[in-house]
């Protein structure tokens, strides 16, 4: 049976709120001592909360680049959408966050968001060309991710040749592991980005045990679209190296915007390195390396909704790394998936919401 979109709309959106309650009944803290630290948080919530309307905004800008990029490549009278035109920033900062929200609410990351982008950016730019800007706006998120984790690791020496952190065999030896892995990445994004991912992914899936076949079918009977489609992802970096370069800025910005939201957290717990400019700019430099360790800590074992204790024990590990308490660890991850769970329930909102 061939699903329609409404069906497919419910669909993701009933998912959504079925993985919501599940986590809600699941949640590890009871309900008292989740009380208690939202009042501890207080009127910190509104900006923890509200920084996601710029992350989000970030995050739409950078995938609206790539898709205004594919759409000047298009031959004129070629726009294979319902309403003929580039869709608007409202409509690509919606589905980001709903996205986002299906994401963060279904195991394996990209399992429910990036399907659900690409069939409702069909109907503005295409198929072809939704699948490949959504897969190269996926691409540009982890891409990112890359770099801040590399970028951090210079930030960490920094601070650790000035006397803040501490720098032992040990320590020395994750770094080393850290860059390798970085630059591993780096390599095989490059690829990626010159050739396209859409036909190796298909035949990288076909050498799953039971997925064989599948993938043969598949290649047969979409061959020429995929190539297309990587075509497309490799014309981003070739041609508009403006557009790539905007986008990763920006995905990569958001990373840091998104370190306020644990800035925030350490100085309502009065965590400020001495307080002034230069503690709140050392306080800043805390939370970039917090977010980073948490986020390569999450994204190595990614496959568990909303990484389920994967998150929490990263930040407590990584906040503890920092020689602050773990008390702090655990609240700040407490107040994070309470984030989470709100921009989730948008997320699910926007769903019913047309535009």
């Known amino acids: 049976m061939k699903w329609t979109k409404q069906q497919l709309n419910n669909f993701f959106f009933f998912l ?15 309900f008292v001592e989740l009380w208690q630290h939202l009042c501890h948080a207080g009127y910190w919530l509104i900006p923890i909360i509200g920084i996601w ?56 990351g990209g399992l429910g968001g990036e399907p659900y982008r690409i069939m409702e950016l069909s109907n503005d730019i295409g198929k072809e060309h939704a699948t490949s800007s959504v897969i190269l706006y996926a691409m540009m998120h982890m891409f990112a991710h890359f770099w801040l984790w590399f970028s951090s690791l210079f930030l960490y020496l920094g ?42 992914t298909i035949r990288i899936l076909g050498k799953v045990p039971g997925l064989r076949a599948w993938s043969s079918r598949f290649l047969e009977r979409h061959d020429q679209t995929l190539h297309k489609i990587d075509q497309q992802i490799a014309a981003l970096h070739k041609q508009d190296k403006r ?43 805390h939370s970039i390396l917090i977010l980073s360790f948490t986020t390569l800590f999450a994204n190595l074992i990614g496959f568990l909704p909303m990484q389920l204790g994967v998150q929490e024990g990263g930040f407590v590990l990584s906040i503890a790394a920092l020689g602050l308490s773990a008390a702090l660890g655990i609240f700040v991850s407490i107040i994070c998936r309470v984030r989470e769970m709100i921009w989730i329930v948008i997320g699910l909102l926007l769903m019913k919401i047309k535009s």
């Open 243 to 285: 557009s790539f370069y905007a986008s990763l800025l920006l995905e990569y910005g958001s990373r840091i915007v998104q370190s306020l939201e644990i800035m925030f957290m350490l100085l309502l717990f009065g965590v400020d390195c001495g307080g002034g400019f230069s503690g709140m700019m050392l306080t800043f430099a």
């Open 53 to 108: 309307i710029v992350i989000y905004g970030m995050n739409a800008l950078a995938w609206q680049c790539i898709v205004r990029s594919q759409l000047r490549s298009m031959a004129p009278g070629r726009l294979a959408g319902a309403q003929g035109k580039e869709p608007s920033f409202w409509r690509i900062y919606r589905l980001t966050i709903t996205g986002y929200a299906l994401n963060y609410a279904t195991p394996v």
């Open 16 to 30: 959504g709120v079925a993985v919501v309650v599940v986590m809600l009944v699941t949640f590890d803290v009871s």
């Open 159 to 200: 601070l650790a040749l000035v006397g803040d952190l501490p720098l032992t065999p040990a320590i020395g030896v994750l770094l080393c592991l850290a860059a390798a892995l970085c630059l591993t990445a780096f390599y095989f994004f490059s690829k990626g980005y010159r050739k396209g991912l859409a036909v190796k």
